[in-house]
């Protein structure tokens, strides 16, 4: 049963630090996308990747936030550093065809 | 540009009472449409998915939605809802580029009283 797996589920961190996400996106997917949901602002795209390389990082902050490629198996999202309103939960989702998006179970970040 | 609403941040039905939520489209041409479900503390599944073939299309969890182009709709229906169906609902359109994009709607709760 392919899925998109994420790391951590959860993250509590003080303000001002370093904080990584990791995404697995499904094996053969070769979109990967990057998501944040709130209460107040839904859910909103921060960035997405075709085959690797980075299409549109639009929706990111860029001067705290980057999200990365090394390879076809994983893509990161960074925060550096980290402010309280940062807290939100961090979804990856991936797809290949007829722009189905496969979600992973999200990282909940709490920035204190 | 492509955009979806809503209608109705809240619905709330009885067991074993049809659920119908809600969802408008604006597309300049024909778009892929998509309902997603998100439970508690987990992340969104897919529902179902209109992709320009039959209208009326089946998903999980006897879920399914009709695409109208005249109306510009594509309403999720149940016959008779079950508790476990209280969740979160999505409608989302694809951005009819190469990009893949998803256009989310602002979300529906729905609250299954027994």
């Known amino acids: 049963d392919a899925r998109v797996t994420q790391t951590p589920r959860d993250k509590v961190t003080e303000m001002g630090q370093e904080v990584t996400m990791r995404c697995q996106p499904i094996l053969g997917h070769n979109t990967v996308f990057w998501y944040r949901q709130t209460m107040m602002q839904g859910l909103e795209l921060l960035a997405y990747?075709?085959?690797?390389?980075?299409?549109?990082d639009s929706g990111m902050p860029k001067d705290r936030f980057s999200a990365e490629m090394p390879d076809a198996t994983l893509a990161t999202l960074k925060i550096q550093p980290s402010e309280p309103r940062d807290s939100a939960v961090y979804f990856c989702?991936?797809?290949?065809?007829?722009?189905?998006?496969?979600f992973g179970p999200g990282t909940r970040l709490t920035v204190l | 540009a492509q955009s979806v609403t809503q209608l109705g941040s809240h619905v709330s039905v009885s067991e074993g009472a049809l659920v119908l939520l809600r969802c408008n489209y604006s597309s300049s041409v024909p778009p892929y449409l998509f309902w997603y479900v998100q439970y508690p503390n987990q992340g969104l599944q897919l529902l179902l998915k209109?992709?320009?073939?039959?209208?009326l299309v089946k998903g999980i969890n006897g879920f399914e939605a009709e695409f109208k182009k005249s109306e510009t709709s594509f309403h999720l229906t149940k016959p008779s809802a079950h508790m476990s169906d209280a969740a979160e609902y999505f409608c989302a359109v694809s951005k009819m580029d190469s990009s893949y994009k998803l256009i989310f709607g602002s979300g529906t709760r729905l609250l299954v009283r027994p």
């Open positions: 989702a991936s797809g290949s065809l007829d722009a189905e998006q496969f």
């Open positions: 990747f075709r085959n690797r390389a980075p299409l549109d």
């Open positions: 209109y992709t320009s073939a039959a209208t």
